[in-house]
C-alpha cells in the first residue's frame, strides 16, 4: 500500500500539478498588487472612486457588493491574459518548433481535391481509384 502511494506521488504529473499550485499563489499576490496598485488608481482617476469595491447596491436594507465581485473578475482577466500570452503562447511555439508538425493523416484526391485518409484507396466524395 505505502509502495502505490510513493508512486503516485513521484509520478510526473502530481508533482507537476504541485509546483503549478505553488507558482499560481505566488503569482497571485503579484496580480492582486497588479490590479490594487495600478488599475485601480487608474479606474479611481477616470471615476473618481478608490476602486469598484465602493460600488454597492441595497435592496430592502440588504447590501449587495457587486464592486468586489468586478475587482474579482478584473483579477481574473488579467491572470488567464497573463497565462496564456506569456506562458501557454511560447511554450506551445517551442514546443511546436522542438517536435515539428505534426504529420499528416490525409492526402487529396487528384481528381476532386478532397481530404481523404492515407489508407483509403477510393475518394469518399467522388470515388475515384487514389
Known sequence: MLKGFRDFILRGNVIDLAVAVIIGAAFTSIVNSLVSDVINPLIAAIVGKPDFSALT???HGG???YGNFLNAAISFV???SVVY???VVPVNSLLLRLRGPAPSTTKRCPQCLGE???AATRCKFCAQTV
Do not use: D, E
Open 85 to 87: 500570452f506569456l506562458i
Open 63 to 65: 447590501v449587495i457588493k
Open 116 to 118: 481523404i485518409p492515407l
Open 57 to 59: 447596491l441595497t435592496v
Open 78 to 80: 488579467l491572470v488567464a
